[in-house]
């Protein structure tokens, strides 16, 4: 059991009540909220915007983690790492589908020998994470140098009843690898502490985060 669950925060604006700039401005509140609480990663998923949009986002969100004093948030990029470098931000999370960890790691340092931009004040490594669904999946991502996987769904998602959860036995497999590996589908506060003992580095959630006043949630999620 890691003895400080890492805790991954993934956006949805569309989660949000009103028009679109009403949920943006609720996005970047939480994005704030959740770097005051110390949450180590925000992945920015917002996955139906157009690119120039994205981008826009992408720089407003990681402009609001700066504003926050002594920040210690990472953002990540949902499968985009022009984007991501383009803003500069932290790294990229990896649909299974999407390029390779090495892949990305080729294309940062073809980036950096060009002379792009630093990502000032941020972590000087750019970092992968990657979408798994299995051990073998966890394994491949480890071996392709991912910084560490995202494993799901642990348990039944809400708003997708028919998939079919792979269970904390699944997941204590897909834990005996070498990167860390975050537990997420179905993370709440009464489970948490089962994907932990099962080997979880940490827990990722949408709903868990957003739906939840995170300075009374995140020191709940520390002390399990």
Same mark, same amino acid.
């Given at each position: 059991?890691? *003895?400080?669950?890492?805790?991954?925060?993934?956006?949805?604006?569309?989660?949000?009540?009103?028009?679109?700039?009403?949920?943006?401005?609720?996005?970047?509140?939480?994005?704030? %909220? /959740? !770097?005051?609480?110390?949450? %180590?990663?925000? &992945?920015?998923?917002? =996955?139906?915007?157009?690119?120039?949009?994205?981008?826009?986002? #992408?720089?407003? *969100?990681? =402009?609001?983690?700066?504003?926050q004093s002594g920040h210690r948030t990472r953002l990540l990029i949902n499968s985009r790492t022009d984007i991501a470098l383009a803003v500069g931000?932290?790294?990229?999370?990896?649909?299974?589908?999407?390029?390779?960890?090495?892949?990305?790691? &080729?294309?940062? &340092? !073809?980036?950096?020998?060009?002379?792009?931009?630093?990502?000032?004040?941020?972590?000087?490594?750019?970092?992968?994470?990657?979408?798994?669904?299995? #051990?073998? %999946?966890?394994?491949? *991502?480890?071996?392709?140098? *991912?910084?560490?996987a995202v494993f799901a769904p642990v348990f039944e998602k809400k708003d997708a009843p028919a998939t079919h959860p792979a269970g904390l036995t699944?997941?204590? /497999?897909?834990?005996?690898?070498?990167?860390?590996?975050?537990?997420?589908?179905?993370?709440r506060l009464q489970n948490a502490r089962a994907c932990l003992d099962a080997g979880a580095a940490g827990l990722a959630g949408i709903r868990l985060?957003?739906?939840?006043?995170?300075? /009374?949630?995140?020191?709940?999620?520390?002390?399990?």
């Amino acid at each position: 059991m890691a *003895a400080t669950p890492v805790l991954y925060y993934i956006t949805d604006r569309s989660a949000f009540p009103g028009d679109e700039p009403r949920r943006r401005l609720r996005l970047l509140l939480k994005i704030a %909220e /959740a !770097t005051r609480a110390g949450v %180590e990663y925000v &992945q920015l998923r917002e =996955k139906d915007l157009a690119t120039r949009e994205f981008e826009w986002l #992408a720089r407003d *969100a990681l =402009k609001v983690i700066h504003e926050q004093s002594g920040h210690r948030t990472r953002l990540l990029i949902n499968s985009r790492t022009d984007i991501a470098l383009a803003v500069g931000a932290d790294g990229v999370h990896l649909r299974s589908y999407d390029l390779s960890p090495t892949e990305v790691r &080729q294309i940062v &340092q !073809t980036f950096e020998v060009s002379g792009g931009e630093s990502r000032v004040g941020l972590s000087p490594r750019f970092l992968t994470s990657v979408s798994c669904h299995t #051990a073998e %999946e966890v394994s491949h *991502a480890a071996a392709s140098g *991912a910084d560490f996987a995202v494993f799901a769904p642990v348990f039944e998602k809400k708003d997708a009843p028919a998939t079919h959860p792979a269970g904390l036995t699944a997941l204590q /497999a897909a834990c005996q690898t070498s990167i860390p590996v975050l537990a997420l589908g179905g993370i709440r506060l009464q489970n948490a502490r089962a994907c932990l003992d099962a080997g979880a580095a940490g827990l990722a959630g949408i709903r868990l985060f957003q739906e939840n006043d995170l300075a /009374a949630l995140v020191p709940q999620l520390r002390s399990l």
